[in-house]
């Protein structure tokens, strides 16, 4: 099936610092998700966009679907320890209906 | 709102034994999920229910995995025999709806299985 390049795989930053970290695939998506999760809990959604061009924040977060609609990526801004966490993007894949597909994940450690 | 509920946990088998999980979505959602995740990996369906039928379960390992939602509320998850390549969360995810687009799916806890 089709797969989801995330980048990085983990990023180690100082309190305070900006972050960045993008997804690519190599067909079209029609939705791009991100989402968080933490230890022992299930994925919990944090940006949702869905259509090409958004540019959508929430908070220190902020998302933007592609244009060519085959990326997005996701920066968060003046980092805080309780960003911690695995990062994914996800997204609907213009052929496969409602499935969601999920990147390989972002390790996010903020040293304070 | 009470989130979608799990059981077990925590679930310790050895191979060729058999394992089912349990999932209680959140009230009122008609679609209910299936994920694996793999350690250092994203969530993989496995499979997708509308109300009790199945809509998508191309991803489900059909010769050992097994899935029903008999009233369309409640779903279990079965393996049987397990192998060692099946270590991993299971996840369990519900939405109001689905279509094509996209409806938020809220994860529950996830059960840790560990095959020995």
């Known amino acids: 099936g089709q797969q989801l390049n995330q980048s990085p795989q983990s990023m180690f930053i100082q309190e305070g610092e900006d972050v960045s970290m993008n997804c690519t695939s190599s067909?079209?998506?029609?939705?791009w998700l991100w989402y968080k999760q933490d230890p022992g809990e299930g994925p919990v959604l944090l940006i949702a966009?869905?259509?090409?061009?958004e540019l959508t924040s929430n908070g220190r977060l902020t998302a933007q679907f592609g244009i060519t609609r085959k990326d997005s990526f996701l920066n968060i801004s003046a980092s805080i320890p309780s960003d911690v966490g695995i990062y994914f993007c996800?997204?609907?894949?213009?052929?496969?209906?409602?499935?969601?597909?999920f990147g390989e994940g972002t390790q996010l450690t903020v040293n304070p | 709102e009470a989130g979608v509920a799990q059981s077990p946990r925590y679930k310790i088998i050895e191979k060729r034994q058999s394992v089912a999980f349990w999932c209680n979505p959140i009230?009122?959602?008609?679609?209910l999920y299936w994920y694996q995740q793999i350690l250092g990996q994203g969530p993989k369906l496995l499979i997708q229910?509308?109300?009790?039928?199945?809509?998508?379960d191309s991803q489900l390992p059909k010769d050992r995995f097994s899935a029903e939602r008999l009233k369309g509320v409640d779903s279990t998850l079965k393996i049987q025999p397990a192998k060692l390549e099946d270590s991993a969360v299971y996840l369990c995810?519900?939405?109001?709806?689905?279509?094509?687009?996209?409806?938020?799916?809220?994860f529950g806890p996830g059960t840790r299985l560990t095959v020995l």
């Open positions: 229910f509308q109300n009790n039928g199945v809509v998508d």
């Open positions: 966009l869905y259509k090409a061009g």
């Open positions: 009230s009122g959602h008609a679609t």
């Open positions: 996800a997204g609907q894949e213009e052929t496969s209906g409602s499935r969601l597909t």
């Open positions: 995810a519900s939405s109001f709806i689905s279509g094509v687009y996209y409806n938020e799916q809220f």
């Open positions: 067909s079209i998506f029609n939705t």
